[in-house]
């Protein structure tokens, strides 16, 4: 499901999308919003984005099947403490 479609679905009329590790980009974004606009309407912004949780468990994921294939180059993505 689209997540802004979601959001005009029930009834939220301004939305913008933002690069969530865009770390300026998002920071000039937020300091730019009014204020006062959440008491006239009601907004949202959508961060894009992989979650780096997801992405280290995608990819240690495939690190372990290409250990176990023998195909395996470099070190583990993702290490444990």
């Known amino acids: 499901m689209d997540l802004e479609k979601a959001l005009r679905g029930v009834g939220v009329k301004w ?12 920071r000039r ?13 009601f907004g949202s912004w959508i961060a894009d984005g992989e979650c780096m949780l997801a992405r280290q468990r995608r990819e240690k994921a495939d690190y372990d099947s290409q250990a ?9 993505p993702v290490r444990r403490g």
């Open 15 to 26: 939305i913008e999308n933002v690069a969530a590790y865009r770390v300026r980009q998002s």
């Open 29 to 41: 974004f937020a300091q730019a919003c009014d204020p006062g606009f959440a008491a006239r309407d």
């Open 68 to 76: 176990q294939a023998g195909r395996a180059r470099g070190a583990n």
